[in-house]
């Protein structure tokens, strides 16, 4: 991090309009960034956990990890038993 506090520019000196430069564009990639997160929908957190509390709700009958696999429908199933000499 340089000394003017940002820790994109590079530390070594550059000359001043150069510098000036560089820090006006830095500053308009901010406001760039700031603006588009600012645009982006915001829920609630008790919404979000809500919805995504009904959709496992809703889709856990077809959710392996919750109800397991049939023995025919398991494909990780041991196809011949292992026989050891």
């Not at 150069?18 to 901010?30: G, K, L, Q, T």
């Not at 997160?37 to 956990?49: F, H, N, Q």
């Not at 429908?73 to 038993?81: G, L, S, V």
Request: aromatic letters at 2%; charged letters at 25%.
């Amino acid at each position: 991090m340089n000394p003017d506090g940002c820790p994109s520019c590079p530390k070594a000196a550059m000359p001043s309009k150069m510098h000036n430069a560089s820090r006006v564009a830095h500053a308009r990639r901010m406001v760039q960034q700031l603006r588009m997160e600012a645009g982006i929908e915001r829920i609630k957190v008790s919404k979000a956990s809500s919805d995504l509390m009904r959709y496992c709700g809703e889709h856990a009958k077809n959710d392996p990890l919750l109800m397991g696999l049939g023995a025919s429908e398991n494909p990780f199933k041991d196809k011949k038993p292992c026989t050891v000499l």
